[in-house]
């Protein structure tokens, strides 16, 4: 099922819990689901092991265990804002199209498994390795324009928000992925058959 933009996934909801510094992460994302990636994207907490906080946990303790030195106003200014801090990630479709169609020098890096690369991906995209991620961390401006897609763009918003949170400004993630591009694909074997 394709992803819909964040900004649309929050709006229908019209009065939004109060939060405090006893509410548990899970109360937090269960309220604002897209808290996920801003708090990633501004403290660079719960995107991976080292930093990962348990649902359990208070938002008093997360800033306690994680050090967040904001005010508790400004992470729930965080967390009030997080659906336009993830629209901002989304790429659509016909935007993506319309820059390739320009010739924009976008980078477009594949998030999914060597099989799913090697079945088809887009024209011109590479797949994301440890190496490659390395790489771009360590030598691309921060202001490369990046694209990254999944399947479905679940994984590649996560790895867009993963860039992001290391200074990535036009890290995005195509909506919808993969299985809705409207145009070609290639595989290693059509690359070197044409």
Not at 14 to 41: E, N
Not at 184 to 193: D, F, I, Q, V
């Amino acid at each position: 099922m394709p992803m819909a933009p964040a900004k649309a996934r929050e709006e229908g909801s019209a009065a939004q819990p109060a939060i405090g510094p006893d509410a548990t992460m899970a109360d937090v994302l269960h309220a604002y689901p897209t808290a996920k990636i801003a708090l990633f994207i501004r403290y660079h907490i719960g995107g991976c092991t080292s930093c990962s906080y348990q649902l359990t946990d208070t938002l008093a303790e997360v800033c306690q265990n994680y050090s967040i030195a904001d005010s508790f106003e400004a992470l729930r200014a965080v967390i009030r804002q997080s659906a336009s801090v993830e629209a901002k990630i989304h790429i659509s479709q016909q935007e993506l199209a319309s820059a390739l169609q320009r010739g924009e020098g976008l980078r477009l890096l594949d998030t999914r498994s060597t099989s799913e690369w090697q079945a088809g991906h887009l024209v011109g995209a590479r797949p994301v390795t440890v190496e490659l991620t390395f790489n771009a961390l360590d030598s691309w401006s921060k202001e490369t324009p990046i694209v990254f897609y999944s399947n479905e763009g679940r994984r590649s918003l996560d790895k867009a928000a993963y860039f992001q949170a290391y200074g990535f400004t036009n890290a995005r993630s195509l909506d919808g992925g993969i299985q809705d591009w409207p145009g070609r694909l290639e595989s290693p074997l059509t690359a070197t058959l044409t």
